[in-house]
């Protein structure tokens, strides 16, 4: 582990990192700013390592961190904790849906399943889970053709953008202009992601649904959805069409 000086916790950022795009930041981004990674994750632990950052592995609220000024958040799986978020003079989150809507858990599946906005978002991070004041965001349109996965594509396309395009002022310390949440939205727990899964079993769960279902589910991390039927496990997943070569 490295020593850090009084004159180096006053400058630089501290990147807080989750798999898939925390990754990609690590290989497409410059990293000089960059004055510790934190993570859970293993692999990225050795990809910072490997490219010469000083790196925390572990739950962020629970680590003894000397604090930089500056916090962005690339899909860390956990919540920074009011004790911890206060330590900052800004922190930043980028977030895989389009604020107000998507707040909280799998926000992608939620606007494919729901119908409502989707995208990306560049935000303050506040107490409340992806309620903070709004930097930057780009909408990310889809139709009936896309699957989980095609739509999960697009976004993740859109949040490079936003990072390519605010890393250097985040890396530089300058403040942000922001706006406040338009008020509504959506909210999903995880819990509600794995009761709306068990639910297929339930009487009235139509063959529409079914179908819909299995079409939101065919994301990164989920091939579609398992079904249990005369006592044999099927998976129903489907691909996004593509229009014929002309």
């Not at 798999?19 to 934190?38: E, K, T, Y």
């Amino acid at each position: 582990m490295s020593t850090m000086t009084n004159a180096d916790s006053r400058r630089g950022l501290d990147l807080y990192l989750g798999s898939d795009l925390g990754g990609w930041a690590l290989d497409h981004l410059p990293l000089a700013a960059v004055r510790q990674v934190i993570t859970l994750d293993e692999a990225l632990a050795a990809q910072a390592a490997a490219a010469g950052l000083v790196v925390h592995l572990g739950d962020a609220n629970a680590l003894v961190l000397d604090t930089s000024p500056v916090a962005l958040s690339v899909h860390y799986p956990k919540i920074l904790r009011p004790p911890l978020l206060g330590r900052y003079q800004r922190a930043y989150n980028i977030h895989p849906g389009y604020l107000p809507w998507g707040r909280g858990y799998y926000p992608v599946f939620w606007a494919l399943w729901e119908g409502t906005p989707a995208g990306a978002t560049l935000h303050e991070m506040a107490p409340a889970v992806d309620a903070g004041p709004i930097v930057a965001q780009i909408q990310v349109t889809y139709s009936e053709r896309d699957t989980g996965g095609s739509l999960f594509a697009r976004v993740r396309a859109a949040e490079q953008r936003l990072l390519s395009e605010y890393w250097p002022r985040i890396c530089a310390g300058e403040p942000l202009p922001s706006a406040p949440q338009p008020a509504g939205g959506t909210t999903h727990l995880r819990r509600e992601f794995f009761e709306l899964k068990r639910a297929v079993s339930l009487p009235g769960m139509t063959a529409e649904h079914l179908v819909r279902l299995a079409r939101c589910l065919t994301f990164p991390g989920h091939t579609g959805l398992e079904l249990v039927l005369g006592g044999q496990r099927w998976e129903l997943r489907l691909e996004p069409l593509h229009d014929p070569p002309a």
